[in-house]
């Protein structure tokens, strides 16, 4: 027997054909021009979020400051221990101040992320750079910042500001005040600089 039943759906027309064709391209354009503005901003932040996180981790890993293996955040310039000396308010020192001409570079002293460049009102302009171990390296009353900003990487010797009198040590000899914390507590950084 014959399946004389079964009748062929009507063919769609040349028009809708051609409709439907054009409908398609448009679509595909579509996608290609989001994927083609949206692709490559989602993939570099991407990149510098994965390069980041691997960042911090690898400083994390890596070891704690020692006795006299960092280079002074002012390589030319006397160092003396004016840690624990008194503050006003009860307050001790919590790091050294190491005297330079107004302007001078402050250098970094270890490689790492910064994560402060911003004011406070005991260390006036100050920026704090997160080195190996997670310590933080914390430089203050600044005249200005070096061109950085939070979560930029940073290498040992790079310029991270310039030395001023800014915050409590206004009117001062100006200085740069370098403290280092590790897990939260200040370290006296006087025996991990280098002496020569
Ligand atoms: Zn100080």
Known sequence: MLADGKSQP?????VSRVLGVLIKAAVLLGFLFVFDKLLPS??????????????????????????????SPLPEKNLTDTWGAARSQGRSHEGIDIFAERG??????????????????????????????????????????ADIAPNDWVNQGDIIG???DSGNAKGTPPHVHY?????GSAVNPYPLLQKD
């Open 10 to 14: 009507p063919k769609p027309s040349f």
């Open 179 to 183: 403290g280092i914390y590790i897990n």
């Open 104 to 145: 001078t570079p402050i250098q970094s002293t270890t490689q790492g992320i910064v994560s402060k460049v911003g004011e406070n009102n005991l260390g006036g302009r100050v920026v704090v750079v997160v080195g190996p171990g997670g310590a933080g390296h914390y430089y203050a009353h600044l005249e200005d910042y």
């Open 162 to 164: 310039y030395v001023g």
């Open 42 to 71: 989602i993939s570099e932040q991407t990149q510098s979020f994965v390069v980041a996180k691997w960042q911090q981790l690898s400083l994390l890993q890596q070891e704690l400051p020692t006795e006299n293996s960092l280079p």
